[in-house]
């Protein structure tokens, strides 16, 4: 099976813009989480979604939101971009009726907000 | 709150020799999972191994074990027979209200040295 992949990899988004990031699953998962990584916070869980609905949030401001489509797909968006949005996101998918809560990620999106 | 605690920023460890990563947790819960993941420099992260809170034997996959001792919520990594590709953070990360939300500690990270 394939993994999860994100898109895009990299991106360079400017102070007050906005940007969407993609997610896309190991085929069979519906559960799609999304997570930060920045160095001075570390790894914090942003959102989860399963059968296109938000399950758990994370604490983060309303500037950022998700959605999931109903292939499982996910986005994720940030609008009013800050400098301290800069970080590696990293998208996780959970098989589907799991009890275990093991999590695959994907390789991440590095969004460099200048 | 729930938090993961990892004492040690970096270790160090020569090849096949054995090294073991701390980690405490703090939760009122009485289940839920804990797991290790390890992060090489691609920032790829990867599912090393897992422990059910309810299962009093410890985890195992192949070189990698853990000591789970729930009364003190503690939850060590042991990397056996220490290979150059062992390098990486690892870091501990329990789930959050027996959901998919996981709470991350900082990481240790690992060198392994010839």
Same mark, same amino acid.
């Given at each position: 099976?394939?993994?999860?992949?994100?898109?895009?990899?990299?991106?360079?988004?400017?102070?007050?813009?906005? #940007?969407?990031?993609?997610?896309?699953?190991?085929?069979?998962?519906?559960?799609?989480?999304? &997570?930060? @990584? !920045?160095?001075? @916070?570390?790894?914090?869980?942003?959102?989860?979604?399963?059968?296109?609905?938000?399950?758990?949030?994370?604490?983060?401001?309303?500037?950022? $939101?998700?959605?999931?489509?109903?292939?499982?797909? $996910?986005?994720?968006?940030? $609008? !009013?971009?800050?400098?301290?949005?800069?970080?590696?996101?990293?998208?996780?998918?959970?098989?589907?009726?799991? +009890?275990?809560?093991?999590? &695959? /990620?994907?390789?991440?999106?590095?969004?460099? #907000?200048? | 709150?729930? +938090?993961?605690?990892?004492?040690?920023?970096?270790?160090?460890?020569?090849?096949?020799?054995?090294? !073991?990563?701390?980690?405490?947790?703090? +939760?009122?819960?009485? *289940? &839920? &999972?804990?797991?290790?993941?390890?992060?090489?420099?691609?920032?790829?992260?990867?599912?090393?191994?897992?422990?059910?809170?309810?299962?009093?034997?410890?985890? !195992?996959?192949?070189?990698?074990? #853990?000591?789970?001792?729930?009364?003190?919520?503690?939850? $060590?990594?042991?990397?056996?027979?220490?290979?150059?590709? *062992?390098?990486?953070?690892?870091?501990?990360?329990?789930?959050?209200?027996?959901?998919?939300?996981?709470? /991350?500690?900082?990481?240790?990270?690992?060198? #392994?040295?010839?």
């Amino acid at each position: 099976k394939a993994g999860v992949t994100q898109t895009p990899r990299y991106l360079i988004k400017t102070r007050g813009q906005q #940007v969407t990031l993609s997610c896309s699953p190991i085929s069979g998962h519906r559960s799609v989480s999304w &997570y930060q @990584q !920045t160095p001075g @916070q570390g790894l914090q869980f942003l959102f989860e979604y399963f059968s296109e609905t938000q399950r758990n949030k994370g604490n983060f401001p309303g500037r950022f $939101s998700g959605r999931q489509f109903s292939n499982s797909r $996910s986005e994720m968006n940030v $609008s !009013t971009l800050e400098l301290g949005d800069s970080a590696l996101y990293l998208c996780a998918s959970s098989p589907t009726g799991g +009890t275990s809560y093991e999590q &695959y /990620f994907g390789p991440g999106t590095r969004l460099t #907000v200048t | 709150a729930q +938090t993961v605690t990892q004492s040690q920023p970096e270790m160090s460890v020569q090849e096949a020799e054995t090294v !073991t990563l701390s980690c405490t947790y703090d +939760t009122s819960e009485s *289940d &839920y &999972y804990l797991f290790w993941y390890k992060q090489p420099p691609s920032r790829q992260m990867i599912l090393v191994i897992r422990q059910e809170a309810y299962k009093q034997q410890n985890a !195992t996959e192949n070189r990698f074990s #853990v000591n789970f001792q729930k009364a003190a919520k503690s939850f $060590s990594l042991k990397i056996s027979d220490s290979q150059l590709g *062992d390098a990486a953070m690892y870091f501990c990360a329990h789930n959050s209200n027996s959901g998919y939300a996981l709470n /991350f500690g900082k990481g240790t990270s690992l060198l #392994v040295t010839p």
